[in-house]
Each structure stands twice: as structure tokens, then as C-alpha cells.
T-cell receptor
Framework: GAGVSQSPSNKVTEKGKDVELRCDPI?????LYWYRQSLGQGLEFLIY????????KSGLPSDRFSAERTGESVSTLTIQRTQQEDSAVYLC????????????FGSGTRLTVV | AQSVAQPEDQVNVAEGNPLTVKCTYS??????LFWYVQYPNRGLQFLLK??????LVKGSYGFEAEFNKSQTSFHLKKPSALVSDSALYFC????????????FGAGTRLFVKA
């Protein structure tokens, strides 16, 4: 597609439920990243995928968070047993091959845990 | 590990005046440096980057940034601010020595008054 697509755009869930967020990167972009932006905060790195290499999961805040990506296509970020502190905007970005490229961000998924 | 600091939460400037948004960084290898902008109710957009070469890099919307190795800084500048430049600006750094993880600063909110 023309841009990075994220769905849903908004998600309200009850505390303790699991949620799944989806990211569809730009075709041909081998790298895919997940970030979290809490109200009034900067971007917190969560995880990135680069081609077929092992993902860098160093930013995942707890074992309730996990992400998958099949090849160079869609990625899903799953949060199990959601907590109120998980409320944030979850941003996905992708970039072409080469470390020196800027990212293209999606519009994000606003997650609210009530 | 890399890190980024944006010392100002907010910058206020009058339209037509020059603006500077400050950023300092820390990486173990050569830095790849980026600026992104987030307009209200819109996604993050790539503005400019420094990888190598001239210390002064030019980007979108008339913005430029100056890489200063000795001061480990990458301040964003524009000679004449516009009201439409009002937005949230993020500085980001990647360690050019390896890996694809990009760390973002906390962001600086720019207000340009007419």
C-alpha cells in the first residue's frame, strides 16, 4: 500500500482482556518497528523486526507483550491480561533495507484499558 | 546503549523569528541522527537525517539541523518560523555501528505565535 496501515485505529478494552494490534507495512520495507507513546511522553521502543533476522525484543515492558511478523509482511502486537498502564498509542513504522533510512509511521492504535 | 535528550519540553517563538529545538545524544559508535515532527491529530513524519558528510543537513519544510560531534548535539533550526510549524518535534538516534534500534527523545512542543 501507499503507507503503513494500522488497525484498529481505536480500541477500548476491559482490564484483564487480551488485545491484538495489527500493522501492515509498506511493501518492500524489510524493517518493521513498534513503539508506544503514552500521554505526554516520548516514544518508547518496544520491538523491531529486520528481514529474517531474530527480532530485537529488548523494549518489551513485560512478558504480557509479544509480537510476531511473518516474513516481510504483516505484524501483530499482542498484549495479554491488559492493565490500565498499557493505555497508550501504539505506533508501527517500517523502513526500506539499509540502516540509514528514515521511518514511515502509521497513524497508530489508541488503546484504552478501562 | 544509545540515548537522546531534548532538554526543553516546550519552545515558544514569534512568527518570522528563527527557531532552535535542542537535542543531545549518546551512542557508542557513529551516530545516525533523525528529526521527526508530529502535527496535531496526524502521524509522525520524517523531517531530516544526518548519517555522514556535511554537518549541516537540510530537510523538509525549510528545516535544517547541525551535527556537532564535540558537543554531541543535533539541534533543529529554521531561519523564519511559521505558525504552521507548531507541532511536537522528536529527535532520534541510532548507533551506526550496528543494529537497527532507534531511540527517540521525549519530544519538544513548539508553539509559534502570530
Amino acid at each position: 500500500g501507499a503507507g503503513v496501515s494500522q488497525s484498529p485505529s481505536n480500541k477500548v478494552t476491559e482490564k484483564g482482556k487480551d488485545v491484538e494490534l495489527r500493522c501492515d507495512p509498506i511493501s518492500g520495507h524489510t524493517a518493521l518497528y513498534w513503539y508506544r507513546q503514552s500521554l505526554g511522553q516520548g516514544l518508547e521502543f518496544l520491538i523491531y523486526f529486520q528481514g529474517n533476522s531474530a527480532p530485537d525484543k529488548s523494549g518489551l515492558p513485560s512478558d504480557r507483550f509479544s509480537a510476531e511478523r511473518t516474513g516481510e509482511s504483516v505484524s501483530t502486537l499482542t498484549i495479554q491480561r491488559t492493565q490500565q498502564e498499557d493505555s497508550a498509542v501504539y505506533l508501527c513504522a517500517s523502513s526500506p533495507p539499509g540502516a540509514a533510512r528514515g521511518y514511515t509511521f502509521g497513524s497508530g492504535t489508541r488503546l484504552t484499558v478501562v | 546503549a544509545q540515548s537522546v535528550a531534548q532538554p526543553e519540553d516546550q519552545v515558544n517563538v514569534a512568527e518570522g523569528n528563527p527557531l532552535t529545538v535542542k537535542c543531545t545524544y549518546s551512542v557508542s559508535g557513529n551516530p545516525y541522527l533523525f528529526w521527526y515532527v508530529q502535527y496535531p491529530n496526524r502521524g509522525l513524519q520524517f523531517l531530516l537525517k544526518y548519517i555522514t558528510g556535511d554537518n549541516l543537513v537540510k530537510g523538509s519544510y525549510g528545516f535544517e539541523a547541525e551535527f556537532n560531534k564535540s558537543q554531541t548535539s543535533f539541534h533543529l533550526k529554521k531561519p523564519s518560523a511559521l505558525v504552521s510549524d507548531s507541532a511536537l518535534y522528536f529527535c532520534a538516534v541510532r548507533d551506526g555501528g550496528g543494529g537497527f534500534k532507534t531511540i527517540f527523545g521525549a519530544g519538544t512542543r513548539l508553539f509559534v505565535k502570530a
